[in-house]
């Protein structure tokens, strides 16, 4: 019985330390991730009104989907734009600015 119970919680220590060592793999994926996609996963976040079981590829694997384009071009235009009016905004900065986007939808939903 308690040879039992070790081997259950040996079982669940290696399930947890291989989520948590995939969770380290996508937090360094994300932070070297380009400034654009960081954007484009923000902008995504405050825009997208479908329902994401079926109605948004985003969380599909690969990065070619229609809503990562779509998003990805929308970020590339704000980037573009921000440039053309002679900002110039570090990496932090930009990334403040539509975090602050986002925290403003959250905080101001029609209840």
């Known amino acids: ?30 932070a070297n991730e380009p400034i654009s996609m960081k954007v484009a996963r923000v902008l995504h976040d405050i825009l997208c009104h479908s329902n994401h079981t079926d109605g948004c590829d985003w969380m599909y ?3 070619n989907t229609y809503a990562k384009r779509f ?31 986002y925290e403003t939808k959250k905080n101001n939903r029609v209840k």
């Open 1 to 30: 019985m308690l040879s039992d119970n070790i081997s259950k919680l040996e079982q669940e220590i290696a399930e947890k330390e291989g989520k948590l060592q995939s969770l380290k793999e996508e937090r360094t994926k994300m």
């Open 61 to 63: 694997k690969g990065d």
């Open 71 to 101: 998003y990805s071009n929308m970020s590339a235009t704000f980037l573009k734009n921000l440039g053309n009016r002679g900002n110039n905004f570090t990496e932090r900065e930009i990334l403040d600015i539509v975090e602050s986007l």
